[in-house]
């Protein structure tokens, strides 16, 4: 009995000698950056991260209660029981909602297995899975066929790609936790196959650069990751090798197979990201996009570190964070360019991921901080902790956002977005590429901001994501017909027709040219530039300002946009703006019938409410719209048509917002140039019934000048007091020197422009 003891407790000792050893080694090689093949979890959250994270809980309280708040939400999705039904819906739909559901919860699940070591997460995760692996063996492809690439638990290989994101994430947390047979049974029936049929099956929508298809790279890759499968890493970073097809194939979002070599997720890094970190599809769809690109890249840094994944492209993925947060408004919404839904924000889970991200494996911004806290939670790994721990020992700091550049392509020459910001106006001066399949054809247009709230609007997209009743809650045709064409935004269409004729092949191929972006002086904030062959034989180029002066109440911007075509021309040039019409100076009549503006190219879209002829030299009208005032003062002459229309006609399912705009005409001319102010100004207070300030403080806009090489516009105040802008339409430079005489007067300045 003595010797058996005696055997037990050195096999016992021994034991416990291998798991410290094995213990202290995986801390070793995760610390290193070396992957252990046995140790898990080691893709976003890791062995070493759950070990620093259990020291601390109870001691950081935005992680406490982020973890408190998970804990919670899972432990009623566990009393509810599992459920996987047989897919049927589209997007909204129950079966959809709830296999979404069931991604997220899962990878929730294997995070609190971690932290808590509570085993009733692990088993609720097997259980679920399992329950996926018995039914995919034999799930035929989703019945609804309206998707170019249709999954198999959702209508689109999209979602089918972001499900295994998440629950790639949930296999490494439970890895340990299932036996090997276990293991061999999910990858051999749910996991390999899942993958081979978002990339393999489904080329059009994986071997591309697109924001699908770095969600199917991403999907693939971690998967591959958590089970060491070298050839689907290798799938997820360089694409299908090898692949065959006999024609271009289109998808129904206007983008194209690639053929040239341009796919997988390093491609998807190289092509879309401008060196500023702009993407080129615009903000609302980095948002979307960032998460795939995020996690999977921290995946690969965990388990890969010779890839060095955050200093490719010089740390564009980093980098591109910051130009995402410079993309938002005062209240944290993004800019909604190209397709954007109006209100997503930084409050988004995808933001959450990549502040913590960015904070943790970049250089540890203190404004990032400051983010994170309005955010109010983190991530439940090694990133969300850093965060955490930041916050509470005080190193947060303001995040500011000031006026900024942000080229366009690969190598930054396709164009750019110019945010222009003084006080509490912004401008989002839009000058970029097509933007991919979601772009629209608005080149130089811009939108308005004061305090976050729209002046003048972008409209934004034409869908209701995820509400079923609307299209099954994706993109409506209204998106093509009227949200994509150039008629919907605030710039110059020619003769009725959008920019590029309303062809992705054409406007893909073009982009604007920055003329020049000028911030050093914080008075008078510019930008401007240039684009040709929207139209053949038009150019066309826009400068616009912010400027504050003392005769303004607030910052107040000048417009100008000069127009230059070989042939005579009709140009639209509409301001849509939100709230009630307060005066004009000039006299307008409504129709007795309303009928659409035109027949097609948006036009169908807009009612004309009202139509008017400028009588002065200037054209003025005001508005107000949240307790506040605005007014629109622009050059006009006699023969300029004016239109007040409204959105909505041809939309019997009313799809479509009924929103405003004032519009200007101009027929049969070849050369123009329209020239406004847009001002902000006093308050309304139904409380107390009073307005302040609520006139418009400019008596005259003109155009002292206007040549190839310059454009002088004077404001004169109602003050009597008056200052001239002069923009270089030409040679641009910081370092040139200009001379000019305008009304007997000399100016000399250096520089891109003057104002005085």
């Known amino acids: 009995m003595k010797l058996k003891n005696s055997i037990s407790k050195s096999i016992l000792l021994l034991l416990l000698m291998v798991i410290s050893v094995s213990c202290n080694k995986t801390i070793q090689n995760t610390n290193n950056g070396i992957k252990n093949e046995g140790i898990h979890p080691n893709l976003i959250l890791t062995f070493q991260g759950v070990k620093n994270i259990r020291a601390q809980l109870g001691t950081i309280p935005v992680f406490d209660n982020t973890l408190k708040a998970v804990q919670e939400e899972i432990d009623a999705e566990i009393a509810l029981g599992i459920e996987t039904p047989i897919p049927k819906d589209y997007s909204g739909g129950y079966t959809h909602v709830r296999h979404k559901r069931n991604m997220i919860v899962l990878q929730k699940a294997g995070v609190l297995y971690q932290i808590l070591n509570d085993e009733k997460y692990a088993k609720y995760a097997k259980d679920m899975l399992m329950q996926y692996e018995e039914m995919y063996k034999t799930l035929p492809l989703h019945p609804k066929t309206r998707s170019y690439a249709r999954g198999k638990l959702f209508w689109q290989c999209l979602n089918d790609s972001n499900w295994l994101v998440y629950v790639s994430q949930a296999y490494d947390c439970i890895y340990n936790y299932l036996s090997e047979e276990e293991r061999n049974k999910l990858e051999t029936n749910l996991f390999k196959p899942f993958a081979d049929h978002i990339s393999i099956d489904n080329p059009q929508f994986y071997q591309r650069v697109h924001n699908h298809s770095t969600w199917g790279n991403a999907a693939v890759g971690m998967i591959g990751l958590v089970m060491n499968d070298q050839e689907l890493i290798d799938r997820a970073l360089y694409g299908i090798k090898d692949l065959k097809l ?5 998808d129904d979002d206007g983008g194209f197979l690639n053929k040239d070599g341009k796919a997988g997720f ?28 995020l996690v999977f890249a921290e995946g690969l840094h965990n388990v890969k570190p010779e890839l060095k994944i955050f200093e490719y492209k010089k740390g564009v993925l980093l980098k591109s964070i910051n130009a995402l ?28 991921t990549a502040v913590d991200i960015s904070y943790h494996f970049g250089k540890q911004d203190a404004g990032l901080l400051t983010i994170a806290e309005k955010q109010n939670k983190v991530l439940l790994d090694d990133s969300g902790l850093a965060v955490a721990v930041g916050i509470k020992n005080g190193k947060a700091e303001p995040f500011y956002k000031k006026s900024i550049n942000l080229s366009d392509g690969p190598e930054g020459k396709q164009g750019g977005v110019a945010i222009l910001r003084n006080q509490d106006m912004e401008l989002v001066f839009k000058y970029a590429s097509q933007g991919s399949s979601h772009g629209h054809y608005d080149k130089l247009s811009y939108s308005v901001y004061e305090k ?5 609007q972008d409209y934004g997209l034409a869908r209701f994501v995820n509400i079923e009743q609307k299209g099954g809650g994706n993109y409506l045709k209204e998106n093509k017909t009227w949200a994509k064409q150039t008629i919907a935004h605030n710039t110059v269409t020619q003769n009725e027709t959008s920019h590029y004729n309303g062809k992705y092949e054409i406007g893909s191929q073009n982009h604007p040219d920055l003329h020049y972006f000028s911030s050093a002086n914080k008075n008078v904030q510019v930008s401007s530039a240039k684009v040709s062959n929207t139209y053949p034989g038009t150019d066309m180029q826009r400068t616009v300002a912010i400027i504050k002066d003392e005769d303004f109440e607030k910052p107040y911007v000048l417009d100008i ?22 005066n004009t100076n000039f006299e307008y009549t409504h129709p007795k019938t309303l009928k659409p503006l035109g027949t097609k190219n948006g036009y169908q879209h807009l009612y004309l409410e009202g139509t008017g002829k400028s009588n002065k030299d200037n054209t003025k009208f005001s508005w107000l719209n949240k307790g506040k005032f605005y007014s629109l003062t622009t050059i006009s002459d006699a023969k300029d048509e004016i239109f007040f229309t409204r959105i909505g006609a041809n939309d019997p399912e009313f799809n479509l917002r009924r929103e405003a705009a004032i519009m200007l005409r101009r027929k049969n001319i070849k050369n123009t140039i329209f ?19 609520s006139k418009s403080s400019i008596k005259e806009l003109k ?7 310059y454009t002088a516009i004077s404001i004169t105040t109602i003050k009597g007091t008056t200052k001239l802008f002069i923009t270089a339409n030409t040679n641009a430079s910081k370092e040139a020197k200009h001379t000019l005489k305008i009304n007997n007067k000399r100016y000399t300045w ?5 104002y005085k």
């Open 246 to 250: 006999d024609a271009k194939e289109k």
């Open 266 to 293: 390093l491609a998807n890094i190289e092509e879309p990201f401008s060196p500023d970190g702009y993407y080129n599809e615009g903000p609302y769809y980095q948002r979307y996009a960032m998460y795939p690109f």
């Open 325 to 352: 947060l410079n993309l938002s408004d005062a209240d944290g919404d993004f800019f909604p360019l190209n397709d954007g839904q109006k209100g997503m924000s930084y409050y988004n889970d995808a933001l959450v």
């Open 452 to 456: 976050g709230d729209e002046v003048l």
């Open 561 to 582: 946009m000069k127009v230059v075509s070989n042939k005579a021309n009709q140009y639209d040039f509409p301001y849509y703006f939100l709230g009630q019409v307060l």
């Open 675 to 693: 020239v406004s102010a847009i001002e902000a100004h006093g308050s309304y207070s139904p409380v107390s019934e009073s307005a302040v300030n």
């Open 703 to 709: 155009m002292v000048l206007d040549t190839a090489d």
């Open 750 to 754: 250096v520089g891109s422009y003057d």
